[in-house]
């Protein structure tokens, strides 16, 4: 009898080793919370009452071998307008597949060790899942992997570019229309490094199937983000999640009961937060929702609570959200890559374009210097006016009438007294005097015409005679002496 009870508990022993064999989802159909029994081979559905009540068994072939570790998790996955529940097992990627429609069970891999996925992220890409990042092996990774169905194995995908070192615990998102990558935030870490110190990279990065590369498009730099995320825990980002269209998450310092929920678009990087002022989710907690737990259940945008400590007024056990209407009530707070006024792009462009006046400003004052020639001083410039009575009061008269726009061809044919001679010899008088005076003066000023004719500025046509700027200072001074 006790060889018969010693055979029979270890038979039973492999049964009672299964730390965790259950799976859970919302489904987003009925809004209802099941549980998957991957070694009974059967779901339970959760009632008003917070029980699990069974609601139908699961069909599977004798090729059906699940391979389950103690401490097992899941990620559960559903393709969009299907009823096929793509279920894996974290840090093995170990993949079951629960069709709803006829309620089979399957194993659809044959993986056969344990890998370097943990909390990986996953996602279709039209028929085919992929399975990016994670954790194994006492280091992080960044590799992009898909499951190929005829060796039902999974495979590498080669790529070029600037990628992450790793990528884990950080937001990772994949884009269908735009056949797209994104991710930022991630830890990543190697035990042959820095001891194994987890390191976290806030730079944001795109991966294209389209040419297979990887594309630094910055760094978180949004003032408000950066810090949340620099703050956040390394087990509070197991908590973050992606509802197709956002990622969510809370800040964590709520106070006073009234969460602050977080919404960053990847396909845009605008940042909106939204304040429960209300306290209408005063008794959700996003950081509870954990591949084991009983109590909150994701889908998308869906997330079902169930309320702990009930109020005995409601009925209501339950409460359920949809993160995108709840978006739609948030308020834009900026860029993702938002910078500092002081380091943004304008600021920067002013300062350019303040330099660059400046500049402009400089070169013109030292071109307006260097026109302006300075008097050259000689030493004959210390001998006396030697002209005759009526060049010297031509001189004289015309520096007398710099001001007023300088003097007449008359008034200098006055001077002259040559006014009472024939047209062309008054010319011929009157410019054979003012050379005379320009060539006698030409070494004391340096300039080669002190006496020089301008149009009048009532008049373009008529002529007047003014002294050459560059001279005045030179003239002045021996006119007063």
Same mark, same amino acid.
């Given at each position: ?6 055979? *029979? ?10 730390a ?48 389950l ?93 600037e ?20 991710? &930022? ?21 795109q ?19 950066s ?10 980002? #197991?908590? *973050? ?52 737990n ?15 400590? #009930? ?7 339950f409460?359920?959200?949809?993160f ?8 834009f ?18 300062? *350019? ?8 400003? &400089? ?27 009526s ?10 009438? #710099? ?37 006698? *003066? ?19 046509? #008529?002529?007047?005679?003014? @002294? ?5 200072? @030179? ?7």
């Amino acid at each position: 009898m006790k060889v018969a009870g010693f055979i *029979l508990s270890f038979l039973l022993l492999p049964l009672l080793l299964w730390a965790n064999q259950y799976v859970y989802y919302l489904n987003p159909k009925d809004k209802k919370a099941y549980r998957i029994d991957l070694i009974k081979k059967e779901i339970a559905r959760l009632d008003s009452n917070s029980n699990w009540v069974y609601y139908h068994s699961l069909l599977a072939d004798s090729s059906y071998h699940p391979d389950l570790m103690k401490t097992g998790e899941f990620t559960i996955i559903q393709k969009k307008n299907t009823n096929r529940l793509h279920i894996f097992q974290e840090c093995t990627n170990q993949i079951y597949v629960v069709d709803l429609t006829s309620f089979q069970l399957k194993r659809q891999d044959e993986t056969y060790y344990r890998g370097d996925n943990c909390s990986s992220y996953r996602f279709f890409r039209g028929d085919l899942v992929y399975s990016i990042g994670g954790y194994g092996f006492w280091r992080t990774n960044n590799h992009l992997i898909y499951f190929d169905k005829k060796t039902k194995e999974w495979e590498a995908v080669n790529s070029y570019g600037e990628s992450p070192e790793g990528i884990y615990h950080g937001f990772v998102s994949f884009i269908p229309e735009k056949d797209v990558l994104v991710t &930022f935030s991630n830890y990543h870490t190697d035990v042959n490094h820095e001891y194994g110190k987890l390191k976290l990279d806030n730079s944001i990065y795109q991966f294209s199937f389209f040419t297979k590369s990887w594309k630094k498009l910055g760094e978180v730099t949004h003032p408000e983000i950066s810090k949340i995320l620099e703050e956040y825990s390394y087990e509070d980002r #197991q908590y *973050l999640f992606f509802t197709g269209k956002y990622f969510v998450f809370e800040s964590p310092n709520n106070t006073n009961g009234i969460h602050k929920y977080y919404f960053i678009n990847p396909r845009t990087l605008e940042v909106f937060s939204y304040d429960d002022l209300e306290l209408k989710y005063s008794r959700i907690d996003l950081r509870s929702i954990q591949v084991t737990n009983t109590t909150v259940f994701k889908n998308g945008p869906w997330v079902l609570t169930v309320l702990q400590n #009930q109020n005995t007024n409601s009925s209501n056990s339950f409460i359920l959200i949809n993160f995108d209407d709840l978006a739609k009530n948030a308020r834009f707070i900026g860029f993702l890559n938002d910078l500092p006024w002081y380091k943004t792009d304008w600021f920067y462009g002013l300062i *350019l374009f303040s330099l660059v006046a400046l500049l402009l400003i &400089f070169t013109k004052n030292l071109k307006l210097s260097k026109g302006k020639k300075e008097p050259r001083y000689t030493a004959l410039q210390e001998s006396k006016l030697e002209l005759e009575n009526s060049s010297l009061l031509l001189l004289k008269s015309i520096m007398d009438s #710099q001001q007023s726009g300088g003097m007449a061809i008359e008034e200098v044919n006055r001077i002259l007294e040559i006014d009472n001679l024939a047209f062309d010899t008054q010319r011929y008088r009157r410019s054979a005097i003012i050379n005379q005076i320009n060539q006698t *003066l030409t070494l004391l000023t340096g300039e080669k015409n002190t006496i020089v004719r301008i149009n009048s500025e009532d008049d373009r046509r #008529q002529k007047r005679y003014k @002294i050459n700027s560059n001279c005045l200072e @030179i003239l002045r001074k021996k006119l007063k002496d």
